[in-house]
Structure formats: C-alpha cells, structure tokens
C-alpha cells in the first residue's frame, strides 16, 4: 500500500536560517506531489506542485523554494526563513494518471515551523 | 477568479440534528469539487467528492452549477463527526485548491 512521509513533525528555527523539510512516498511511482501550507482562518494553501523529477511549479511568490530529486522525494527549502514563514507545512501525493483516483489528495502528517 | 468560498469557521450544533457544511465556489471551466476532513490528531483525509454521487458516513453533497455550490449535508450528526472540514475546487491538471474550511462541533 502506498505511504507518504514528511520530517521533521515539528520545527523551530530562528529568523535567517536555513530549511528542509522532506517528503518521500512509497509504494506509488511517478506521483504528483504537492506541498499545502495551512494556517487558520486562511484554510490551505497551494505553495508547490511537481509532476514528474525535476519540474516544479510555484504558486505563489514567497520566500520559499521547492525541489524533487527523486521520482518520490519531494524537499521544501529555504536559504533565509522569515517570521512570515511559520505554519504548518503539508505534503501530499495523487496518481499521475486518470482515472477513478485522479485528483485525490493523500496528505502526510505535516511538519510545524515556528520561526522565531 | 478561481476560489473556494466557506462563509462559515465555526458551526456548532446538538447532536441528532441536520447539519449543512456550506461551500461555494467560482471557476469558469467544468468544476470537480471535494471534501476533505481532519479529525483530531488525524491527517487531512478525503471525505467524498461530487463525481462519485456517494454517500460517507452519512454525508452527502451535490454539486448544484446553478448556484455554484457544494454544499455538505448530513440529517443526523454524531459527536464523532466534529472535525475540520475542507471544500476543494480543483482548477487545473490535478492542481486543487481549498476553502478557508469550517468546523464543526457537535455537542451531546
């Protein structure tokens, strides 16, 4: 069956250091893979999608980058994190192909970032 | 625009009466819409969604073009079904995006 990971669960980092959060899944190839950044009252929201290693589309402008080494590893980074950048980072995985399945999220667990 | 509109955060009811999650939403194409839910300490799950015409665990939504809505409906809540709830509009190749989501709480 498939399962997707993401470490660390929990993150506090001060301001203008570094980040990585990673996510990986099993028993699925050539996923899509996504990361959601949650905050309250403002629901979730699409940072990153990729659809194959290597491609990487941004949704929104930020401070934040993303990269896909491997067919299921998917990496949210950041060379200096702000304040702004604190919340709860989600990944998430769907098939690549049609189908019944298509367009249905499976989330990780999630990884909290204070940055102070 | 594309958006996902949930007027309400919080919705509080007893249990055993009706509950109607609302969702709106505005895309120009055709639209494929979802619920998401997050229990307790759960991770964000799929609820249903408009294209399966399905009902899970007791909930229902239909997809109504006219109004633009994809509102949630159960006759008879549980206190288990307190949670998180998430409306999602997808708008492009696989790409989904969310509504600020509603709570719901249901008290014995």
């Known amino acids: 069956s498939q399962t997707i990971h993401q470490w660390p669960a929990t993150l506090v980092q001060p301001v203008g250091s570094p980040l990585s959060l990673e996510c990986t899944v099993e028993?699925?190839?050539?996923?899509?893979l996504y990361w959601y950044r949650q905050a309250a009252g403002r629901g979730l929201q699409l940072l990153f999608y990729?659809?194959?290693?290597?491609?990487i589309s941004s949704e929104v402008p930020q401070n934040l980058s993303a990269s896909r080494p491997q067919d299921r590893q998917f990496i949210l980074s950041s060379k200096k994190l702000l304040l702004s950048d604190s919340g709860f980072y989600l990944c998430?995985?769907?098939?690549?192909?049609?189908?019944?399945?298509?367009?249905?999220?499976?989330f990780g667990a999630g990884s909290r970032l204070t940055v102070l | 625009a594309q958006r996902v509109t949930q007027p309400e955060k919080l919705l509080s009811v007893f249990k055993g009466a009706p509950v109607e999650l609302k969702c709106n939403y505005s895309?120009?194409?055709?639209?494929?819409l979802f619920w998401y839910v997050q229990y307790s300490r759960q991770r964000l799950q799929l609820l249903l969604r408009h294209i399966s015409r399905e009902s899970i665990k007791g909930f229902t939504a239909d997809l109504n073009k006219g109004e633009t809505s994809f509102h949630l409906k159960k006759p008879f809540a549980q206190e288990e079904d307190s949670a998180m709830y998430y409306c999602a509009l997808r708008t492009g190749f696989q790409k989904l995006v969310f509504g600020t989501g509603t709570r719901l709480l249901v008290s014995p």
């Open positions: 998430a995985w769907s098939v690549s192909s049609g189908g019944l399945w298509a367009n249905v999220l499976t």
């Open positions: 028993g699925t190839s050539n996923p899509n």
């Open positions: 990729s659809v194959g290693i290597g491609q």
């Open positions: 895309y120009s194409g055709s639209p494929e």
